[in-house]
């Protein structure tokens, strides 16, 4: 009854450093997000993915990089972190593009 | 222009009452969907409800019922015989279709600010 699986929970990096948040699922979605989440807002599309090997840009995806080699894993990686990518990240997928997305528990990062 | 606008920043019930949490949206697209979805302070994000723009009936699910007034393009969420373990941030979110340049087409899914809710015992 895994669901979308994120990992870590809680990351704290250095500005300049890399990291690859990891996501997967075992509900055969083709869909699949990554959202982040700043204090007191809504969520932002980073990247989505409509199945493996196709990604695509959300509203907010500068500063990230995105892979789809399964239909399983959908990472998010942070190149040259910064300050402003402090926030919780979220990833979803989804059977279908209307069906409900259904999400990880997140990822807090922070960026000092 | 806000896509979705949640008005009531936070809320506030007595245990065992109805509440009511408001969303109104604003599309072009004549085949859109809307979603609830509750974070509580553990953070995660849980689907609550769904509505379609074609649906009849308003959706209902357990406790949770939308109150789809399409014409007034608002979405409420109606928590009856609210509990403790109600309280949490509740924010509301409409799919559109949408293809970006040279990208595919996807659903895309525009969040409101959230609701938090508080439920007094």
């Known amino acids: 009854n895994a669901g979308v699986t994120q990992t870590p929970k809680f990351r704290i990096l250095k500005i300049g450093q890399s990291m690859t948040l990891q996501c997967t699922q075992d509900m055969n979605h083709n869909y699949m997000y990554w959202y982040r989440q700043d204090p007191g807002m809504g969520l932002k599309l980073i990247y989505y993915s409509v199945g493996a090997g196709i990604t695509d840009k959300g509203e907010v995806p500068n500063g990230y990089n995105v892979s789809r080699s399964t239909t399983e894993d959908f990472p998010l990686r942070l190149e040259l972190a910064a300050p402003s990518q402090t926030s919780v990240y979220f990833c979803?997928?989804?059977?279908?593009?209307?069906?409900?997305?259904?999400f990880g528990d997140g990822t807090r990062l922070s960026i000092l | 222009a806000q896509k979705i606008t949640q008005t009531q920043p936070g809320m506030f019930v007595q245990e065992k009452e109805a509440v009511t949490l408001d969303c109104t949206y604003d599309?072009?697209?004549?085949?859109?969907?809307l979603f609830w979805y509750k974070q509580p302070s553990s953070g995660e994000m849980i689907f609550l409800i769904y509505?379609?723009?074609?649906?009849?009936q308003n959706a209902t699910e357990g406790r949770y019922s939308l109150n789809f007034q399409k014409a007034r393009k608002s979405a409420n969420l109606v928590i009856s015989a609210s509990q403790l373990g109600d309280s949490a941030m509740y924010f509301c979110?409409?799919?559109?279709?949408?293809?970006?340049?040279?990208?595919?087409?996807?659903?895309?899914?525009?969040f409101g600010q959230g609701t938090i809710l508080t439920v007094h015992p």
């Open positions: 979110a409409m799919r559109e279709r949408f293809r970006p340049a040279g990208g595919t087409s996807y659903g895309k899914l525009t």
């Open positions: 509505q379609g723009s074609y649906d009849q």
């Open positions: 979803a997928s989804s059977l279908s593009s209307n069906q409900p997305q259904h």
């Open positions: 599309t072009s697209d004549p085949s859109y969907g």
